[in-house]
């Protein structure tokens, strides 16, 4: 029986659920725990997201029952090892961050926030009375933990963050602005980024929940990412102890340190967003008839899903290969910067694909793929953009810095 022949006569029906696109057959690869990692991943995607995601994403509302059921599952961690978190090699947790893309961007986005720089920047850069009291609970979503680097004034060049933090005794008083601020609204505990007044060095800071000083707005009108909040965040006079100093944190080169880290996450976000809109118009494709026959049946239809999927095949292999040289502890800046530059670009040219093949019923909420087009431009912009990436990169190549 054909793909044409087997699927049933309504178009949306089902479309999101995963095709298990593995053209390269690198699944066999995979360990028992790396399957596990993969396949509750999946289940909880097709269980629990997608029933009821695109309620939440038009509504603009962030899911925190799905965000906690996430935690419950066993799936926030990002790798760390210890402290509550469960146990995940660099594949694995890639392979977490793919799949839970392919459900969604927000939630997706939600888990790198939360686990891949807010947890991250506590186990890389925190003492051991840090990690012990925030690791556990954030591992399990019982405490939503944020990271305020970005100014309004400085994305790209965040390395000249204007935040300063103050010595004044026993404490630190920080002062100034952040914007585009994951979970800034919601965070039990935010990693501020600030500028120390001492030795102009930038260190990071956790600032609890209800700390006098610490306003943040909700960014409203997104196009992207509707289902999990950004903030602006004001911060005046927010005063913390000194022993909420992260103190591995001693000068930028720790927070790109951090970033380094989740910057590969990215290239599998990517990933999960592109396997989502190929899958979606291959099974659309299927079912759609015009002029008679199945899409699928026209050579030029062929043509385009094949296409597709030579970009979503070379993207699993830049994946793959970051998570291996991860394994290995070889993992350097500019390679996961390459693979996040090239797979947030193909997976953009993948998702205009899908939804000019859909037609019209492209741009609606159902057919999941409008959703992931709009959610690809964040991934496309966050933890630093395809001019950056490519700028490092070509410093790299070359010894020549085109950028300050």
């Not at 010595?167 to 920080?174: E, F, T």
Request: proline fraction near 3%; charged fraction near 25%; glycine fraction near 12%.
């Amino acid at each position: 029986m054909t793909l044409a022949e087997g699927i049933g006569n309504d178009l949306a029906e089902g479309i999101g659920r995963a095709l298990s696109t593995d053209y390269f057959q690198l699944r066999e690869e995979l360990s028992p725990e790396q399957m596990d990692h993969l396949l509750r991943t999946r289940a909880f995607v097709e269980d629990r997201v997608l029933p009821v995601i695109n309620g939440y994403w038009e509504r603009a509302e962030f899911p925190r029952e799905l965000a906690e059921e996430l935690g419950a599952a066993g799936l926030v961690g990002d790798g760390i090892e210890g402290y509550g978190c469960p146990p995940m090699d660099h594949l694995s947790a890639g392979l977490v961050h793919m799949e839970l893309n392919r459900g969604d961007g927000s939630l997706g986005t939600f888990l790198g926030v939360q686990a891949g720089l807010a947890m991250k920047s506590i186990a890389m850069l925190g003492s051991e009375e840090q990690k012990q009291r925030w690791l556990p609970p954030m591992a399990r979503c019982e405490a939503l933990g944020a990271f305020a680097l970005t100014e309004p004034d400085h994305g790209s060049d965040s390395i000249a963050l204007e935040t300063s933090a103050r010595k004044d005794g026993d404490s630190y008083v920080l002062n100034g602005s952040k914007k585009w601020i994951g979970n800034g609204t919601v965070a039990d505990v935010v990693v501020v980024w600030a500028r120390d007044t001492d030795d102009g060095q930038v260190k990071g800071f956790l600032v609890e929940k209800g700390t006098p000083g610490y306003r943040a707005r909700r960014i409203e009108g997104k196009g992207s990412l509707r289902a999990v909040w950004q903030a602006e965040i004001e911060l005046q006079d927010v005063r913390v102890p000194a022993e909420n100093h992260l103190p591995g944190s001693r000068s930028f080169k720790d927070t790109g340190a951090v970033l380094a880290t989740t910057r590969g996450s990215c290239a599998w976000m990517a990933l999960g967003h592109a396997v989502a809109g190929y899958e979606a118009a291959l099974t659309y494709a299927g079912r759609r008839k015009q002029f008679g026959k199945p899409l699928v049946e026209f050579q030029l239809i062929q043509e385009r899903l094949v296409g597709m999927l030579a970009k979503v095949t070379a993207m699993q292999l830049y994946c793959r290969r970051l998570a291996d040289l991860g394994m290995a502890g070889r993992v350097e800046p500019t390679l996961a910067g390459l693979a996040k530059a090239h797979n947030t670009s193909t997976a953009r040219a993948v998702l205009a694909e899908a939804r000019d093949l859909l037609g019209g019923n492209g741009i609606l909420l159902d057919f999941h793929v409008i959703r992931h087009m709009a959610d690809i431009e964040s991934i496309h912009t966050f933890e630093g953009t395809e001019t950056i990436q490519t700028l490092i990169v070509g410093r790299d190549i070359t010894g020549a810095s085109a950028f300050a």
